[in-house]
C-alpha cells in the first residue's frame, strides 16, 4: 500500500514485467517513507486517530463530562432530562396497570407513577455516582415489563370484583381489591434476579457473557420486545383510533418534520456586575418535547371534546373526573419497602426475571460506550463496566424492595439529548435525577397523569412499541445479511419468538380458552408457561444457541464490527479522572487486597 500525498509527482505504471516500473516503484516509496508525515504501523495510526477523535469531540461540547455548567443552568438542563424521561417511565407505569387488574383506579395507577419515577431518581444516582460515573439515566424498561405480564397472566383479571365495605355491605367494583399480591410477586423475584446482576459485575463476569451473545442475538432480544407488546398497543388504540392516530401523526410532525426548526425562547442571564439580561435562544424544542406537546395537544382536545359532549358518555377517550381521586391523595407520597406487603418468589417468575436482566445488561453496555464517546470521555475501562452493571442490580433491586416491581436500565433517549445539546456534564444528569424524584414525590401530580385517557396512551405505545423493534433491526448493519446462514438464525429466532408465546395462551386474553401446557404437575407448568409467554426468552435463547452453534465466521456473524471500543487510552490522568469511584478508591487505598475485584481499578 501506497500514501500518495500531494507533494508526490504523478506517474502512470509500467507494465510489471519491466525493470523500469520496479525502480519507479522503489523510488516513490523512499520518497513517501521519507517525507510523508503518516505513519506505516496502521496500529499506531488507529490509536492517534481515536485520541484525536475524543480531542475534537470534547472542544465541540459546551460542557463535557468533566466540567459543569453553573448550578442553574444545571436545574433548567436537569428538567428538560426529566421531561425526556417522562414518556417511557409514564407508559411502562401506566402500562403495568391492566395486568394488575386496577386499570381504572386512578390512585392506584398515581401511585405506580410515582414510585416509578422515585426509583428512576434513586437508580440515576447510584449509577453516577457509584456505577460508572457516566451521565447517565437510569429508567424502567419494556424488557422487564415483557416478563411482567407473562407473570401475571396465570391469573387473568376479572370483570366484576365482590367486595364488602367498612360498614359490612356488599357491593361490586372494577378493580381487584388483592391487587398488592400480584404485585409482590413481581417484586420478590425481580429482587432475586437483579442479585444476580449484581453478581455478574461484582465477579466480573459480563466479559463472559458477551462472547456468546452477537449481533443477530441482540437483534432479536430487542425486537421482540415491540412486536411482543404489539397486542398491547392494538388494544389501548382500539378504544378510539381516531385520537390514538392523532397521537401518531403529531409526534412523527414534531419529531421528524419539524426536528430542525428552532423555537425562540426567552433567556436570563447573570455576569461578573450581577446586572440582569435577556435574550432569546433559538432551540429546537419540538424534537425534545415531542411526545410531551403532542400529549398535551391531544389530551386538550380531549377535554373540549368531553365538555362540548361531543364525544358519548361512554367513550374511552373521555375526560373522567378525579376531583375526588385528588382529594384522597395526599400532596407528597414516600415509597417505601414492603408498601405493597412482604415480596414473593416463584421458580417461572425468577427464571423469567433473569433473561430480563440480561437483556437490561446487553442494552446498557453498549449505552455506556455510546455515552462515553458523547460525553466526550474515553472509552470506559473493564472496571467501570463491571461496577455500572453491579450497580444497576442495586437500582433494580430498589425497585424490586419498593416497586413498582419492574427493574430499570440504561435509558438511551437521554444520552442522544447529550449529543443535541451538548451537554455530557455529570451535574446536569444528577440535577435530572433530582427532578424525577422530586416529581415522583409529589402525590397529587401522579393521579393527574394517571387520568390520561387510554387512546392517547395507545397512540404513544404504537410509536414507542414501533420504535423499540427498529432498534433491535438497526443491529444488523454489522452482520452479513447476504449469508443464508444468518438469515436462517434470525428468520427462524424471530418467527418463533412470535408463535409460541401464542401457542402457549398466556398472552391472549382468556388463557383459559386455550390450555397449552398440561403435564399434571401445576407448579412446572406455571414454570413452563411463564417461560413459554415471553417472545424475548423464547426468540433470543434460539438465536443465541443457534448463532454459536451453526459454522460461521465472526466477520460474517457481525461479530468482528460490533466488537466493543478498545480500553486503550494515552490520556490515564483524565481517565481515572471520570471513571475513579472516590469511596471505593479509598477503601481500596486502606485494604490492597480489594484491589483483586473486578470492579477496583488497579494502582495507578
Given at each position: 500500500?501506497?500514501?500518495?500525498?500531494?507533494?508526490?509527482?504523478?506517474?502512470?505504471?509500467?507494465?510489471?514485467?519491466?525493470?523500469?516500473?520496479?525502480?519507479?516503484?522503489?523510488?516513490?516509496?523512499?520518497?513517501?517513507?521519507?517525507?510523508?508525515?503518516?505513519?506505516?504501523?496502521?496500529?499506531?495510526?488507529?490509536?492517534?486517530?481515536?485520541?484525536?477523535?475524543?480531542?475534537?469531540?470534547?472542544?465541540?461540547?459546551?460542557?463535557?463530562?468533566?466540567?459543569?455548567?453553573?448550578?442553574?443552568?444545571?436545574?433548567?438542563?436537569?428538567?428538560?432530562?426529566?421531561?425526556?424521561?417522562?414518556?417511557?417511565?409514564?407508559?411502562?407505569?401506566?402500562?403495568?396497570?391492566?395486568?394488575?387488574?386496577?386499570?381504572?383506579?386512578?390512585?392506584?395507577?398515581?401511585?405506580?407513577l410515582n414510585t416509578m419515577f422515585v426509583m428512576c431518581g434513586l437508580a440515576t444516582m447510584v449509577q453516577i455516582f457509584f456505577g460508572t460515573r457516566l451521565p447517565i439515566v437510569q429508567s424502567g424498561s419494556f424488557v422487564y415489563f415483557a416478563v411482567a405480564k407473562g407473570i401475571l397472566s396465570k391469573e387473568p383479571c376479572k370483570d366484576v370484583y365482590y367486595v364488602i365495605d367498612e360498614d359490612g355491605n356488599n357491593g361490586t367494583q372494577t378493580w381487584d381489591p388483592d391487587w398488592k399480591l400480584r404485585m409482590t410477586e413481581l417484586q420478590g423475584n425481580l429482587m432475586l434476579a437483579s442479585l444476580f446482576q449484581m453478581a455478574l459485575g461484582a465477579f466480573g463476569l459480563v466479559g463472559l457473557l458477551l462472547k456468546v451473545i452477537g449481533p443477530i442475538t441482540i437483534t432479536v432480544l430487542i425486537s421482540l420486545l415491540g412486536l411482543c407488546l404489539a397486542g398491547e398497543a392494538v388494544k389501548m388504540a382500539s378504544l378510539n383510533w381516531g385520537i390514538s392516530l392523532l397521537m401518531v401523526v403529531l409526534v412523527t410532525i414534531f419529531s421528524e418534520y419539524l426536528k430542525n426548526v428552532p423555537v425562540p425562547v426567552p433567556t436570563v442571564s447573570f455576569n461578573i456586575s450581577k446586572k440582569i439580561k435577556c435574550g432569546v435562544a433559538w432551540l429546537k424544542l419540538f424534537s425534545t418535547l415531542s411526545i410531551m406537546i403532542s400529549l398535551t395537544l391531544v389530551w386538550s382536545l380531549c377535554a373540549i371534546l368531553t365538555v362540548t359532549d361531543v364525544l358519548p358518555q361512554d367513550d374511552p377517550a373521555r375526560i373522567i373526573n378525579i376531583t375526588s381521586a385528588i382529594d384522597a391523595t395526599n400532596w407528597l407520597y414516600f415509597p417505601y419497602p414492603g408498601q405493597f406487603g412482604t415480596p414473593q418468589v416463584s421458580l417461572g417468575g425468577f427464571i423469567g426475571f433473569i433473561a430480563a436482566v440480561i437483556g437490561?445488561?446487553?442494552?446498557?453496555?453498549?449505552?455506556?460506550?455510546?455515552?462515553?464517546?458523547?460525553?466526550?470521555?474515553?472509552?470506559?475501562?473493564?472496571?467501570?463496566?463491571?461496577?455500572?452493571?453491579?450497580?444497576?442490580?442495586?437500582?433494580?433491586?430498589?425497585?424490586?424492595?419498593?416497586?413498582?416491581?419492574?427493574?430499570?436500565?440504561?435509558?438511551s433517549e437521554n444520552i442522544?439529548?447529550?449529543?443535541?445539546?451538548?451537554?455530557?456534564?455529570?451535574?446536569?444528569?444528577?440535577?435530572?435525577?433530582?427532578?424525577?424524584?422530586?416529581?415522583?414525590?409529589?402525590?397529587?401530580?401522579?393521579?393527574?397523569?394517571?387520568?390520561?385517557?387510554?387512546?392517547?396512551?395507545?397512540?404513544?405505545?404504537?410509536?414507542?412499541?414501533?420504535?423499540?423493534?427498529?432498534?433491535?433491526?438497526?443491529?444488523?448493519?454489522?452482520?452479513?445479511?447476504?449469508?443464508?446462514?444468518?438469515?436462517?438464525?434470525?428468520?427462524?429466532?424471530?418467527?418463533?419468538g412470535i408463535v409460541i408465546p401464542m401457542w402457549s395462551g398466556q398472552i391472549m386474553d382468556d388463557p383459559e380458552k386455550v390450555k397449552a401446557i398440561k403435564t399434571g404437575n401445576k407448579e412446572f407448568d406455571q414454570?413452563?408457561?411463564?417461560?413459554?409467554?415471553?417472545?424475548?426468552?423464547?426468540?433470543?435463547?434460539?438465536?443465541?444457541?443457534?448463532?454459536?452453534?451453526?459454522?460461521?465466521?465472526?466477520?460474517?456473524?457481525?461479530?468482528?464490527?460490533?466488537?466493543?471500543?478498545?480500553e486503550d487510552c494515552t490520556d490515564k490522568e483524565l481517565l481515572e479522572k471520570i471513571y475513579r469511584e472516590p469511596v471505593m478508591e479509598y477503601f481500596a487505598n486502606k485494604l490492597p487486597i480489594l484491589r483483586k475485584l473486578p470492579f477496583v481499578p488497579a494502582l495507578k
Open positions: 500500500h501506497y500514501y500518495i500525498t500531494n507533494n508526490l509527482r504523478k506517474y502512470t505504471m509500467p507494465p510489471e514485467d519491466t525493470n523500469d516500473g520496479q525502480e519507479l516503484v522503489q523510488q516513490d516509496y523512499k520518497l513517501i517513507k521519507d517525507s510523508s508525515p503518516m505513519k506505516i504501523d496502521i496500529k499506531n495510526d488507529d490509536q492517534d486517530e481515536s485520541e484525536n477523535d475524543l480531542e475534537v469531540i470534547r472542544k465541540q461540547l459546551n460542557y463535557p463530562l468533566d466540567k459543569d455548567p453553573n448550578w442553574f443552568l444545571s436545574v433548567l438542563l436537569g428538567f428538560q432530562q426529566y421531561l425526556i424521561l417522562f414518556g417511557s417511565t409514564f407508559a411502562i407505569a401506566v402500562i403495568l396497570a391492566p395486568s394488575l387488574c386496577v386499570e381504572s383506579n386512578v390512585v392506584v395507577k398515581g401511585i405506580l437490561g445488561m446487553i442494552e446498557s453496555l453498549g449505552d455506556y460506550f455510546a455515552c462515553a464517546k458523547l460525553a466526550g470521555a474515553p472509552p470506559p475501562p473493564r472496571y467501570a463496566l463491571n461496577r455500572g452493571i453491579m450497580m444497576e442490580g442495586v437500582g433494580c433491586f430498589l425497585t424490586g424492595l419498593c416497586g413498582p416491581g419492574v427493574g430499570v436500565t440504561s435509558y442522544a439529548a447529550i449529543g443535541l445539546t451538548k451537554v455530557g456534564s455529570r451535574r446536569v444528569m444528577f440535577c435530572g435525577a433530582v427532578v424525577v424524584l422530586l416529581m415522583g414525590v409529589i402525590g397529587k401530580l401522579g393521579v393527574l397523569f394517571a387520568s390520561i385517557p387510554g387512546p392517547i396512551i395507545g397512540g404513544m405505545y404504537l410509536v414507542m412499541f414501533g420504535v423499540v423493534a427498529a432498534v433491535g433491526i438497526s443491529n444488523l448493519r454489522f452482520v452479513d445479511m447476504t449469508s443464508s446462514r444468518n438469515i436462517f438464525v434470525l428468520g427462524i429466532s424471530l418467527y418463533m414454570l413452563v408457561a411463564v417461560v413459554l409467554s415471553s417472545g424475548m426468552i423464547v426468540g433470543s435463547s434460539i438465536s443465541c444457541f443457534l448463532d454459536n452453534t451453526l459454522p460461521g465466521t465472526d466477520k460474517e456473524r457481525g461479530i468482528t464490527g460490533y466488537r466493543l471500543a478498545s
